[in-house]
Every structure is written in C-alpha cells, then in structure tokens.
C-alpha cells in the first residue's frame, strides 16, 4: 500500500524558506507516496468563543452554524487521520512555534476528535503515524535551554497520540541523508476507539 504524506508548511518566506526546502527534500526520499499539502500561511483562523463552544456539542446535536464553525477543524483533522507520516516544517521564531502552526495545533487537538479525558488521564486518539519535523532556526539549536520550540511540538504530537516524533535540520540531513528515513514499524492508521455517546 502507498504511503500518505501530509505534509504541513508554516514559514511565512516562500522561496528562500529553509524549512520548506528540507520539507521539500524529505518528502522526495518518501516516495513513492500519496502526498497531501497544507500551507498554514494561508491564513488560518485563531479559535474564539463560538468554535471554543461549538466543539464540546455532540456531532448530532450542532447547529448549522456551530457545524460550519468546525469544518475546517474537521478537515484538518481527517488530513492527519488519513496519513501515515506527517512532515511539519518548523522554522523557530521567537524561540517557540511559528503562530500558524501553533494555530493548526489549536485546530486539531480537539477532545473527543484527537484526545480524550479518561479516569486515568487524558488520552491521545491518533495512534500509528509517525512525524518528521523540518527544524530551522538561526541559532536556536534542537535540545538547547532556549528552544521551547521542539519540547512542546514533541508534547503535544504525544497529547495527540503521535510519540513517533524525529527532528531534521538541514545540516543533519546534508550528513547523513537516509537519517530520518529509518523503517517505519508502527501500526498504520489504527481506527480510534469508539467515544462513548459519539457517533
Ligand atoms: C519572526 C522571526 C523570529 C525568529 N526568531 C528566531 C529565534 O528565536 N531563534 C532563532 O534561532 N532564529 C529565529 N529566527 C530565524 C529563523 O528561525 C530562521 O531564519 C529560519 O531559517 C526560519 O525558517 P524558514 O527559513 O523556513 O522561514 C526568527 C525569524 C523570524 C522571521
């Protein structure tokens, strides 16, 4: 079966991007693949009180209104259910996430749809993918005291379900290209549990 690729962009510089051209180097080494592109610099609505209140309705139950305030939640959220890799390029500003990803982030974790409370704890619902994270910054290094950046991007991919996270930069890809590309062993696309009271 050939994979699928999601691939997710958030640098706001188009050609002279190092993310996008480590994104653009690593999904070539993914092929043969079916790839999905999501450009998060077009503009994604930051969340307010009406998706913040429209997400905890029950599918069944939403108004018109409230359905459409989720859609492009909805969308975004069966792009990554529908792949077996994601390859997100993160360019560090301000020693975090680039607002758009973290925008994308605030669409997709979202309870009952990507995680879930349970008696034990919160539960991440997107199990058996993997991710690939294009990492450029301008000295910020990965794993340094002031990269606030990858911890957090790790944290919430693992809140989500995904913990098959590894970060490239262009300089380790430039050394050893096949690094990121080892054998993915997971289980694809496992189906979420049922939720309770949930369609
Ligand atoms: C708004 C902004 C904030 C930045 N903040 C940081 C930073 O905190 N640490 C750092 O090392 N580089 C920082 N940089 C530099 C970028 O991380 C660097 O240019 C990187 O290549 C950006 O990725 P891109 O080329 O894919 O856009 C910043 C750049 C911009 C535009």
Known sequence: MTDTVLR???????????????TD???????????????LTASLPFVDADWVDARLVPAAERTPEQAARLQLSDELIAEIR??????????????????????????VARP???????????????????????FASGGTAVGSPIDFA??????????????DVTFVTKAEMDADPKRPFRPFAGPRRRPPEPLPGRS
Do not use: Q
């Open 112 to 134: 009952g749809e990507t995680f879930r409370y349970t008696s034990t704890g919160p539960e991440g619902l997107l199990s058996g993918k993997r991710v690939i994270v294009a």
């Open 150 to 163: 990858t911890p957090y991007l790790r944290h919430v991919l693992g809140f989500i379900g995904i913990d």
């Open 82 to 107: 529908a792949s077996d890799t994601l390859v997100i390029g993160l360019p560090v500003y301000n020693f975090m996430l680039p607002v758009a990803l973290k925008a994308w982030i605030d669409l």
């Open 25 to 39: 180097r690593i999904v070539e080494h993914l092929a043969p693949a079916h790839v999905v592109t999501r450009d």
């Open 8 to 22: 997710v962009d958030s640098s706001a510089p188009l050609a002279t991007s190092t993310s996008r051209a480590l």
